[in-house]
């Protein structure tokens, strides 16, 4: 703590919100890509700390180009959720989406923010669904400031609120300083380790397609053999092979050398056909002259 060289404001309050509360901020704001949305925060405080454990998110998003607004409407709707099912809690704060122009706090929404969440503990989040950046932004004194610190509670084995023994991440640019953007990863895509398993296995499940197709319609020589006394043809029995050098070997069967005299038989006809075809292009030729029409 001494030997920060960027002072954590003690002034700022300590936030925790929990992971899940993130998350439905963030589809909230995703679902409305291209207006605003906005909610309060639920939560409690004790001492400097303050605790956002769920949202109430408001009615409808504003219309395209115009700010959020906290209408009467808004309240009453917001008081109706808020006292059936967080009559122990407090409005803590609000929350409002930024879809495609960063995070800060803008004349309006300081505006809201005095005039609705006055209170020294209360904060405003913003989340640009864009970017999927965030920021929370508390009074620090009189001015209201983006806060350094925030740590995001998962229910499961999430650390407290409040001192703990683990030091922060202090110190760097005041933008990069909160937690949330290296929880990122893990909350919303799925982490690296899955994208390298499944990069691995579907190229280990091309290569499994390749290997039948190649089974499938690469030729196989197939052997039959042929009964002269009764005329009939009789496939050969699985395994049987013929190797290059001439060599027919059939499973239960001595292995016999088969020479094969036709080879140089299929060779000769294309030689003594060729002869064949030219004299019937010069038919076709001497056709054509005749068909066309005689000149006087
Ligand atoms: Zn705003």
Redesign the pocket.
Known sequence: MTMAPRKPDPRQPRVTIEGEVLRQIRQHARANSKT?VCGVLIGAETGNTLAIRARIPGLNAAQAGT?VTFTQDTWEHIYKIKDKEYPEERIVGWY?S?PGFGVFL?D??TFIHKNFFSSPLQVAW?YDPHSDEEGCFGWSGQRLERLEEIQVRDDKGGEGAGETGKPEPVGGVEEEAENPPPEKESDVGPPVWLGWVLTVSSHLLLMAIAFVAAWLFFPRPVFFFIDVYKGTLIQAPPGTRLSSDGILSVPGYPEMRISRPERSVPQQPPASENPSVAPKGDEDKSRKEQNAPSRP
């Open positions: 605003e700010y409002h930024h803008s309006h929404d913003v």
